[in-house]
């Protein structure tokens, strides 16, 4: 009788284990450091520093430490998460927007994202256009008939911000002109002197511009739900060009705050760090803290993440000379 | 004028004991990171952030405001007594300031120094406060036209700080303003003087440059020189204090000992007198800055350079500089303090931080649940205004702390050669890599250091070096945005006007000072030294 | 022998040949303000370089300076190689232990507390207090990386 019954409690035991028993003991006494391709402060940085303290609580008895690595608008840093050692104690985090960077081929580029071991997004990067409320354009559809040239900021030349105002401009035929330079919150400045009409850049940092009264969305490039009053660019794509394009952009769009290590990590490794990853961006704690800094948060495992990556990177050769083109 | 919120704040913080205890613990980590070169303020915040988080808006907002606020009086300290600067603008304070301690009146420098940063960071609120309702405006009437403007008149200040080698400051300014060129180019993103290194895409940073140009240099001659005093400057100022006279008649043979650096108060009292003395200078540079300050764009390193600029431009004999006029360690200080209480306003009023440090509060802020926008002044009024008074507050803790503690730091000054040299090149090559994250920067600063040692040795002046390094990117950056805003027409707006003729009339000043005969210099300097004798202990 | 000073006007003028003669082969656009500073500032050079060896009341250098300069210049060299090859926690102390030794002809036994000093404010400080990790150096991230 007693052997039955252990054995009936082994069975039930064994049945409510967990189905991906990621040994999460795995890093246990081991320091892992975090790399954030930026200098301290600001948007990944905030959520890097974040994220590690919740990943620390899913992998007992490991230390994240975070090292800032910035330089050459976040290449170094994805450099160095790239060719660390992969043994899951070195990963990291940098812009979705280094994507074209390896589409483009860009020199200094020595990662290839292909192969890194991708551990998870915590948010959407949903790129959006907003326009000053100042200028004289009250819809997306002014600017697109516009019969003088429309002054656009953007970051510096070749970021991701540069290159899909090229993509609005080269592809959907938008009259802008271009002027690069504006860092940081500088685009909104310019916006509210006057001096531009419009700018792209992330929903979520543009938010609170538009909340206050300095601008209006006037269209979105992602197909993300976002931003759901607002038109979206496909609407505007009318050839093969301008379609392939708007769907890079769109899909670069799921992927925002990401989380990855260096190519080779064995698959125990990862699969503990996906899985504290994904537990740290549920947690009910992280959720609050994260929503009382107005960080949103929409996460997606590793394997979705890789997925996506893949299916970008391997775009038709066509879609990589319509960026060619638009980027040069 | 919001003066019954004004006084409420104040009341409130002033008598709400947590808040008192943490801006009083502020103090010291502010002036501790600002002390420590490449650490500075921005890093200083980010780390403190985990710890501000959970509380309550504003005694998180006060905490980090009083931190912040002092970070450039602790940079002066190790600028003034060992000549390592902490950032770009404690460069400025070493020019004099260090050249004081060689002089044998370090204590007189410190007392300046604390002075000064502490009227500076008070008037620097205060014009906050006093501003607050024309605020919007006058940030919208800059645009780059104007920043390339005032980054052109900086880089005019080239000619005057350099003393008597016009020439080799001349070349001294333009090299600077060639480094500042490394990097990605503006206009079409192509790399210049990069050589394939991604580490210089970014330019070569601020702290790199002022590491190698001041801390570098000076650790290296107190290695060849063996000591801090230098016995013929000590003797040109002879008669001042009896333990100079004393270093005179010391042999040149290193390794000796360097003169004990005797501070006493009477020293510190002297030289926060020397504020109440140019009260005029300081309430200018404190103007300058905090208005330049607000305007985001221009940087808080040129604005505090700026004030050093126009101090050595306004005073009788500009060639005098760097020798240790107690001025420019006034004017320095008055302008690092003074610029991070103007660059705080965009900072709320606009969530656009007007400097680097501004950035990190201003995510610090949104953390706290503050929304930065022109929310601020109609609903978040006691917010602002305590965050002006806590400025003001942390500078006068900041203050008394640090003159009660005056005689011990100066000890530092004294330390014995042998021992400063490897400590601080190590701490400097550490700064360096903190700040930029990179090693490769640790190859520059050995370049660069080298070449700033034989500046030093030959008589190369290095202030204009740092102003181009600081104005470049400013000036080429805002340029071509004029051009391509608004073409050339962009210049002929009202106030770019103004700017030019201030420009003209700064180098028609210089053109008409240097007619001078040489007495009125002699004159001059004699004045400045004649002060009354104050008896040490 | 070189004189220093007509030493770092040579280097001077050569940094600025350099760095015109790269500005040309730049885009336009790229190479326009280097050029506005870079070929004044030649010109400026050139006539410095001239002026030093003209000159004919060279300032007066002390003899003892020249070996001495080497020497510490040296040092510098050394502790700028020993931190990048071998890090900041590991060189730093040693660096400051043997320049206190060699060069500061402090005793043995200070040297060794100094070293330690330097090793207690790099780890407890910057790495343990502040969470920063430092530079390990490029041997270790070599064999380690």
């Not at chain 1, 299916?311 to 066509?318: E, S």
């Not at chain 2, 607000?294 to 005073?315: E, K, R």
């Not at chain 2, 002929?492 to 210089?510: E, Q």
Request: aromatic share 10%; with cysteine.
């Amino acid at each position: 009788m007693l052997k039955r019954l252990l054995a009936i409690s082994a069975v039930a035991l064994a049945a409510t284990a967990p189905a991906h028993a990621a040994d999460n003991n795995i890093f246990n006494g081991k320091t892992i450091t975090y790399i954030v391709a930026t200098a301290p402060g600001g948007g990944y940085d905030t959520y890097g520093r974040l994220t590690v303290r919740y990943m620390q609580k899913y992998l007992p008895g490991s230390r994240f430490v975070v090292k800032n690595v910035p330089g050459a608008g976040h290449i170094v840093g994805a450099n160095t998460i790239s060719a660390a050692r992969p043994d899951g104690l070195t990963i990291g985090t940098f812009n979705t927007g280094l994507v074209y960077d390896q589409l483009l081929k860009r020199p200094g580029v020595r990662f290839d994202l292909n192969k890194m071991s991708w551990i998870g997004k915590a948010s959407n990067d949903t790129r959006a256009l907003v326009v000053s409320k100042k200028s004289p354009y009250k819809s997306f559809d002014e600017i697109l008939n516009s019969k003088t040239p429309v002054k656009f900021a953007a970051s510096g030349i070749g970021s991701a911000a540069y290159i899909e105002t090229r993509i609005l401009q080269d592809a959907l035929h938008v009259p802008i002109q271009i002027v690069p330079g504006y860092d940081g919150n500088e685009a909104e400045l310019a916006m509210l002197r006057n001096e531009v009409v419009a700018q792209i850049g992330t929903a979520n940092s543009l938010e609170q511009f538009v909340n206050n009264g300095g601008g209006y969305f006037a269209l979105t490039i992602s197909e993300t739900n976002d931003l759901p009053m607002v038109p979206k660019a496909s609407q505007y794509a009318k050839d093969d060009r301008a379609k392939k394009l708007v769907a890079l952009v769109s899909t670069l769009s799921h992927i925002g705050r990401l989380t990855v290590g260096p190519p080779g990590m064995p698959p125990a490794q990862l699969a503990a760090l996906r899985e504290a990853l994904m537990a740290s961006l549920k947690d009910p704690g992280f959720l609050a803290e994260a929503k009382k800094l107005d960080l949103p948060i929409v996460p997606a495992s590793g394997a979705e993440v890789e997925a996506l990556i893949k299916q970008i990177l391997n775009q038709g050769t066509d879609t990589v000379a319509y960026l060619n083109h638009a980027a040069s | 004028m919001h003066l019954d919120v004004a006084l409420s704040t104040l009341v409130h913080l002033l008598t709400t004991p947590q808040l008192l205890f943490l801006m009083t613990i502020a103090v010291p980590m502010g002036i501790f990171f600002g002390s420590t070169p490449g650490l500075g303020g921005k890093l200083g915040l980010v780390l403190l952030i985990p710890i501000v988080f959970g509380m309550p808006a504003l005694t998180g907002a006060v905490f980090l405001c009083a931190m912040h606020a002092v970070v450039h009086t602790g940079g002066s300290i190790p600028s003034i007594l060992v000549g390592v600067p902490g950032d770009g603008p404690a460069a400025a304070t070493v020019l004099d300031g260090y050249a004081m301690t060689k002089k044998g009146l370090a204590g007189r420098a410190l007392g300046a120094s604390f002075g000064a940063s502490t009227v500076g960071g008070l008037l620097g609120a205060v014009f906050l406060g006093l501003s607050l309702s024309i605020l919007e405006p006058m940030i919208l009437m800059f645009s780059p036209a104007e920043f390339f403007l005032l980054a052109l008149l900086g880089i005019t200040f080239i000619a005057m700080l350099s003393g008597n080698n016009f020439l080799k400051g001349l070349i001294s300014g333009f090299f600077g303003l060639m480094v500042a060129f490394i990097g990605l180019d503006p206009s079409t993103g192509d790399e210049r003087y990069t050589f394939g290194q991604l580490f210089l895409w970014d330019g070569v940073s601020i702290i790199v440059s002022v590491l190698s140009m001041f801390a570098i240099p000076e650790m290296i001659s107190l290695g060849v020189k063996g000591r801090s005093f230098d016995p013929a400057v000590a003797a040109a100022a002879a008669g001042k204090s009896e333990f100079v006279a004393r270093a005179a008649a010391e042999p040149v043979s290193p390794p000796a000992r360097p003169m004990k650096v005797k501070v006493s108060y009477a020293q510190i009292w002297e030289g926060m007198w020397d504020v109440v003395v140019h009260k005029w200078l300081v309430l200018r540079c404190a103007l300058l800055v905090a208005a330049i300050g607000v305007i985001p764009g221009l940087g808080g390193d040129a604005a505090a350079w700026m004030a050093y600029g126009h101090t050595v431009q306004s005073s009788k004999n500009p060639e005098t500089f760097g020798t240790g006029r107690v001025e420019g360690v006034i004017g320095a200080e008055t302008g690092s303090c003074a610029k991070e209480a103007g660059s705080l306003l965009p900072t709320l009023f606009f969530g656009v931080p007007g400097s680097s440090g501004m950035a990190i509060m201003l995510g610090a802020f949104l953390m706290l649940g503050l929304q930065p926008g022109p929310t601020m002044l109609t609903e978040h009024l006691d917010i602002v205004w305590s965050l002006i008074w806590a400025l003001a507050i942390a500078n006068v803790i900041c203050v008394i702390m640090l003159v009660a503690a005056a005689p011990w730091i100066a000890k530092l000054g004294s330390v014995k050669a042998g021992f400063l040299i490897p400590y601080v090149i190590v701490l400097a090559l550490l700064g360096c890599y903190i700040y930029g994250g990179n090693w490769q920067n640790l190859v520059l600063i050995a370049v660069m250091g080298s070449i700033g040692y034989m500046f030093k040795r030959h008589d190369w002046p290095r202030a204009p070096f740092v102003i181009g390094v600081i104005l470049g990117p400013i000036a080429e950056d805002s340029l071509l945005k004029s051009l391509a805003l608004g073409g050339i027409g962009f210049f002929f707006r009202p106030i770019s006007m103004v700017l030019v003729a201030l420009i003209i009339g700064s180098i028609a000043f210089y053109i008409y000072r240097s007619r001078k005969p040489a007495l009125n210099k002699a004159a001059a300097v004699k004045q400045d030294l004649g002060k009354p004798e104050v008896k040490h202990a | 022998m070189l004189e220093g000073r007509i030493l770092i006007s040579g280097i001077m003028f050569a940094i600025f040949l350099a760095a015109v003669g790269f500005a040309l082969t730049y885009a336009p656009d790229a190479r326009l303000l280097p050029l506005t500073v870079g070929i004044p500032g030649l010109i400026l050079t050139a006539v410095q370089l001239v002026k030093e060896l003209r000159e004919q009341h060279p300032e007066k250098i002390d003899p003892r300076d020249f070996p001495r300069e080497v020497r510490m210049l040296g040092w510098f060299f050394l502790f700028v190689g020993g931190l990048v090859l071998f890090g900041f926690i590991k060189a730093g102390p040693v660096l400051v232990a043997s320049y206190l030794y060699f060069a500061g002809k402090e005793k043995w036994y200070v040297c060794l507390i100094a070293g330690a000093v330097v090793a207690g404010i790099l780890y407890g400080v910057f790495e343990w207090f502040l969470g920063l990790p430092l530079f390990e150096g490029l041997v270790f991230q070599w064999i380690y990386g």
